[in-house]
């Protein structure tokens, strides 16, 4: 690790937000990120200690603060003392964690079903 800035697409493959260096550059180039509030959009901007950086991630807004630098591509552990989750990304469920899931069964040697059975189940997913 050292203190030497570095480009914003190797560190954030470095820090294993993006399975590619390549992909950490698009979402550079798209102008999705922010170094304190300002839009990037060039990879080769140059990322400091304690530069705080919000981009989307799937459906997600990650929010991070740089604690260092690194040299290269470790493994997880060393990828996450790299940075502080300033708003971690929560699990969204739908339902209540105690409801318990509701799936269509068929009676065992009842076969396939009517083409009358599947539009009825059709309707069922698409008011989902």
């Given at each position: 690790?050292?203190?030497?800035?570095?480009?914003?697409?190797?560190?954030?493959?470095?820090?294993?937000?993006?399975?590619?260096?390549?992909?950490?550059?698009?979402?550079?180039?798209?102008?999705?990120?922010?170094?304190?509030?300002?839009?990037?959009?060039?990879?080769?901007?140059?990322?400091?200690?304690?530069?705080?950086?919000?981009?989307?991630?799937?459906?997600?807004?990650?929010?991070?603060?740089?604690?260092?630098?690194a040299s290269r591509r470790g493994?997880?552990?060393?990828?996450?003392?790299?940075?502080?989750?300033?708003k971690p990304p929560?699990?969204?469920?739908?339902?209540?964690?105690?409801?318990?899931?509701?799936?269509?069964?068929?009676?065992?040697?009842?076969?396939?079903?009517?083409?009358?059975?599947?539009?009825?189940?059709?309707?069922?997913?698409?008011?989902?």
């Amino acid at each position: 690790m050292s203190d030497a800035p570095l480009r914003l697409d190797k560190w954030l493959w470095y820090a294993r937000f993006f399975k590619s260096r390549s992909l950490a550059t698009q979402l550079c180039s798209a102008g999705k990120l922010r170094i304190g509030g300002r839009i990037i959009d060039k990879p080769h901007h140059k990322v400091r200690i304690d530069d705080v950086l919000t981009f989307p991630q799937g459906r997600h807004i990650r929010v991070i603060k740089v604690l260092a630098l690194a040299s290269r591509r470790g493994p997880a552990p060393e990828a996450q003392a790299l940075y502080e989750d300033l708003k971690p990304p929560q699990t969204e469920s739908r339902l209540p964690p105690d409801t318990p899931a509701v799936v269509a069964r068929r009676g065992a040697g009842s076969g396939r079903p009517t083409k009358r059975e599947r539009r009825a189940t059709d309707s069922l997913r698409s008011r989902e």
